[in-house]
Structure formats: C-alpha cells, structure tokens
C-alpha cells in the first residue's frame, strides 16, 4: 500500500512569515512530487513540482526533495492570507501512471 | 479550450438511483483520470484511460462503478445504485503523457455528487 503522509494541521501562522509544510512517502520508487493548492470547495490547483533531490524554487515558494529520507517539503516565504488553502502533497506510483495524494495540511495565515 | 469542463457541477440523487457524470479534458491530452475526494481526505484514485483504452483501475472502483472514454476525447463515469458512501467531490484530470517532468495535469472543478 502505497502511503503519503501529511499533518492534517491547521499550521497557523502569521502574515508575512514561512510556513513550512512536510510529506513524507512510502514507497521508494516513486519519481515524481508535486504540491497542490486546495481552497475550500475547489479542485486542487499544482502549485509546484519536483523530481531531483535537493531545492527547487518559484517566485515565494520552495520544494525541496530527500529521497533517501522520502520526505518532501514546500516552504512559502512571505505568506500572505491568500495562501490560507490546504497544500496537498502528490507523488507517483513508479511508472508515472497514478497520483497519490496525501490527506493534506490546512494552512491558515493571519493578517 | 479553457481547461477541464465537468458536467454537472453539483448533483443531488436518491440512494439506488443511477447517475452519471461527464468530463471534457484539454483537447490535445490523452491521458484522463478520475479521482474521488471526500471532506477531510485527499483525492484517491479511481481509474485512467489513455485515449480511449482504459489502463488502470483501483480497487476502491467497485461493480457499481463504470468508466468510458469511447472516441478517446470525452469520458464518463457512471454510479449505479448510488449508496450514501458514494457522496464525494469526482474529479477530473487530464494531461499529455503521465505524471512526469515533461507534463504537467489539469484538474477541472469537479462534481460534487449527494446521495440522500
């Protein structure tokens, strides 16, 4: 059974500082990783992906990728209300034919 | 093309009855997948067609559950004897090639399904 975990949350922080959101992975052969963006009652929307270890960086957000830990994470520097959303964590099965979603974590940043 | 279009948006049925759920992925994808979602879960994967050949399903797909994508454009997902567990948000994704580096998926809006 292939698993993604995420802390449900909420992660609270305030307006203007990082919010750090983590995915650990279970299954080894997975290579590719992505963060989805999730307001309430919408579909999810990609935010980022990654497939290399180490960082990748766009614009406010950062992924970074550990494979020999399988542990993935998105970093959003200057967080704004606006990013208030659950972050979904996505990996696929090896093969690249399936998502695996992790449950997802509810960011909520304060003004 | 303005993305991935799901019909209907919300539906609203009794338990046992039937119902069927449309998408319309981005015109060049071949690849179409279906996801399930309820409150408070990530979305799980059903199933996925490449042009019309459908590949893969999951086991959470049961009897009840049929998919098609006949002419490898459209598909739809049809619920027979629709049971108050089958309440859930379905989504839609589509995109050219799988999940890799050289692609990128599209989800559409969903279709919130209700069972009463």
């Known amino acids: 059974q292939k698993e993604v975990e995420q802390n449900s949350g909420p992660l609270s922080v305030p307006e203007g500082a990082i919010a750090s959101l983590n995915c650990t992975y279970s299954?080894?052969?997975?290579?590719?990783f992505f963060w989805y963006r999730q307001y309430s009652g919408k579909s999810p929307e990609l935010i980022m992906s990654?497939?290399?270890?180490g960082d990748k960086e766009d614009g406010r957000f950062t992924a970074q990728l550990n494979k020999a830990s399988q542990y993935v994470s998105l970093l959003i520097r200057d967080s704004q209300p606006s990013d208030s959303a659950t972050y979904l964590c996505?990996?696929?099965?090896?093969?690249?034919?399936?998502?695996?979603f992790g449950k997802g974590t509810m960011l909520l940043v304060s003004p | 093309d303005t993305g991935v279009s799901q019909d209907p948006r919300h539906k609203i049925t009794k338990r046992g009855q039937n119902v069927t759920f449309r998408c319309d992925p981005i015109?060049?994808?071949?690849?179409l997948y279906w996801y399930r979602q309820t409150l408070g879960q990530g979305p799980e994967f059903l199933t996925y067609f490449q042009n019309e050949a459908q590949l893969e399903k999951s086991r959470l797909l049961s009897d009840r559950f049929s998919a098609e994508r006949p002419k490898g454009s459209f598909s739809t997902l049809e619920i027979q004897r629709t049971e108050q567990g089958d309440s859930a948000m379905y989504l839609c994704?589509?995109?050219?090639?799988?999940?890799?580096?050289?692609?990128?998926?599209?989800f559409g809006q969903g279709t919130r399904l209700t069972v009463v």
């Open positions: 990654i497939y290399s270890n």
């Open positions: 299954d080894r052969g997975s290579q590719s």
């Open positions: 996505a990996v696929t099965a090896s093969g690249y034919s399936t998502l695996t």
């Open positions: 994704a589509s995109s050219f090639g799988g999940w890799n580096m050289n692609t990128e998926a599209f």
């Open positions: 015109s060049e994808h071949n690849r």
